[in-house]
């Protein structure tokens, strides 16, 4: 299967041909096609057998892109504007010099004491349950050792649908099963969610804010139904992501506390820049022990250089998510705007992204890098909800928004005076 020599979605023989043909006890076919499923890389579907997954766990959704030719506009990556992130020079050398003055050692705490303190302020005024907290390496690093330390492989996991596509690597990778959950602009479905706990789901994650791709953000009825959910299945992990923190100014309506295993988690990847590499977690004190426990046998900390340039940020009031929040915004309303006025509804009520459901992804991206646009395919997002493509607005001017916009009008019209919508 590494090398290619089976197709996705092809048939494997069944174990005890297969043992047969091989010369070994049935067994030990059956512990490898476990080990394959427990992995992502085959699934079985009872009487019908085992097949190779079309969506492998070694198949990473960022290669489902396309090459950006010279004089093509990249709106499909994702990143943030580089004018609203802050100047990081100021903030280093505070860090360096307080290192150079006083360095850490083995053996220290693994938090920066002031980073701690603000970041549990940040908390608490939002509501957030009192728990200990631990930094990691980015929200995905964050959500890959919080599953880690409480799932085994073969445990299902709620993951929202069309959702992040990282997330939708991660889970498979560590042998852990997706159960699709749908989302529009107020989070995650309730009912969905419903079913997939009792589907025996051991896990679910919801992004609050600025949800990827579609811009959803969880509103205060939606939380109500989620935490009645959640609060019949209180053995389940919750783990929430707020990236949007910083970015986005709907207030954030946190699930944290109904289940007994919980995670939230904030990183400074849109705020301040993806290289910072640095997110904030909090959660019930078994995880956050568990995760500093496994985090000590491998990286040991977070380099509290960077924690403390971003203690100095965070004092020095570096990011505004109010301005970062209504330039997104005034982007991605007028995006949204431009193509309901062109018969093409759309999706974006939070972050910087927003979605374009389509009949023909492939048909669509192609049209669009040929009339000088280049979107993220929405498969790259997708499990079993519908097409789409995500135009991302960071990388939008004022004066982009109307070209845009009839790019994607025309790219979605199969013949003249026929429209989607």
């Known amino acids: 299967m590494g090398d290619g020599g089976l197709e996705p979605g092809q048939l494997l023989p069944p174990m005890r041909e297969l043992a047969t043909h091989l010369g070994v006890n049935p067994n030990t076919v059956a512990a490898a096609y476990r080990t394959l499923r427990e992995r992502g890389v085959i699934e079985t579907a009872g009487r019908r057998g085992s097949r190779v997954r079309s969506k492998p766990a070694t198949t990473a959704r960022e290669l489902m892109r396309v090459d950006v030719p010279p004089g093509v506009r990249d709106v499909a990556k994702g990143n943030p504007d580089t004018a609203l992130l802050p100047a990081l020079t100021a903030a280093f050398t505070?860090?360096?010099?307080?290192?150079?003055?006083?360095?850490?050692?083995?053996?220290?705490?693994?938090?920066?004491?002031?980073?701690?303190?603000?970041?549990?302020?940040a908390f608490d005024a939002d509501g957030?349950?009192?728990?200990?907290?631990?930094?990691?390496?980015?929200?995905?690093?964050?959500?890959?050792?919080?599953?880690?330390?409480?799932?085994?492989?073969?445990?299902?996991?709620?993951?929202?649908?069309?959702?992040?596509?990282?997330?939708l690597d991660?889970?498979?990778?560590?042998?852990?099963?997706?159960?699709?959950?749908?989302?529009?602009?107020?989070?995650?479905?309730?009912?969905?969610?419903?079913?997939?706990?009792?589907?025996?789901?051991?896990?679910?994650?919801?992004?609050?804010?600025?949800?990827?791709?579609?811009?959803?953000?969880?509103?205060?009825?939606?939380?109500?139904?989620?935490?009645?959910?959640?609060?019949?299945?209180?053995?389940?992990?919750?783990?929430?992501?707020?990236?949007?923190?910083?970015?986005?100014?709907?207030?954030?309506?946190?699930l944290a506390g109904v289940t007994r295993s919980w995670a939230l988690i904030r990183s400074t990847a849109k705020a301040y820049g993806p290289d910072l590499r640095l997110a904030v977690l909090t959660g019930d004190p078994v995880t956050v022990d568990r995760l500093l426990g496994r985090q000590r046998l491998g990286p040991g900390w977070?380099?509290?250089?960077?924690?403390?340039?971003?203690?100095?940020?965070?004092?020095?009031?570096?990011?505004?998510?109010?301005?970062?929040?209504?330039?997104?915004?005034?982007?991605?309303?007028?995006?949204?705007?431009?193509?309901?006025?062109?018969?093409?509804?759309?999706?974006?009520?939070?972050?910087?992204?927003?979605?374009?459901?389509?009949?023909?992804?492939?048909g669509v991206v192609a049209r669009l890098l040929h009339a000088g646009w280049a979107v993220a395919p929405g498969a790259r997002f997708r499990?079993?909800?519908?097409?789409?493509?995500r135009i991302t607005v960071a990388a939008l001017s004022d004066e982009d928004i109307v070209p845009v916009a009839d790019a994607v009008a025309a790219a979605l019209e199969p013949a003249p005076g026929r429209r989607y919508g």
Do not use: F
């Not at 930094?135 to 709620?158: M, N, Q």
């Not at 004092?315 to 991605?332: E, L, N, Q, T, W």
């Not at 499990?383 to 493509?389: F, H, I, K, Q, Y």
């Open 128 to 167: 957030i349950p009192a728990g200990p907290l631990a930094v990691t390496s980015g929200s995905l690093d964050a959500i890959e050792r919080v599953l880690a330390v409480h799932l085994k492989p073969g445990d299902a996991v709620a993951v929202e649908d069309p959702g992040w596509g990282s997330l």
């Open 302 to 362: 977070v380099s509290r250089i960077v924690q403390g340039a971003v203690v100095r940020l965070w004092a020095d009031g570096a990011v505004d998510a109010r301005v970062v929040a209504a330039s997104y915004g005034r982007r991605r309303d007028a995006l949204i705007a431009a193509l309901a006025e062109r018969g093409v509804p759309a999706q974006g009520r939070s972050g910087m992204n927003v979605w374009v459901p389509v009949p023909d992804e492939t």
């Open 170 to 254: 991660l889970v498979p990778a560590l042998g852990l099963r997706i159960v699709p959950v749908g989302v529009d602009d107020e989070g995650p479905l309730p009912a969905d969610v419903e079913r997939a706990l009792e589907a025996g789901a051991r896990a679910v994650v919801v992004t609050d804010r600025a949800q990827n791709p579609l811009g959803a953000a969880v509103t205060a009825a939606r939380a109500r139904a989620l935490r009645d959910v959640l609060a019949v299945h209180r053995d389940v992990l919750l783990i929430e992501d707020d990236h949007g923190h910083g970015i986005v100014d709907l207030p954030l309506r946190p």
């Open 383 to 389: 499990l079993e909800s519908p097409p789409g493509v």
């Open 94 to 121: 505070a860090a360096a010099e307080r290192s150079d003055a006083q360095p850490v050692l083995y053996g220290e705490s693994a938090i920066d004491p002031e980073l701690e303190r603000a970041a549990r302020a």
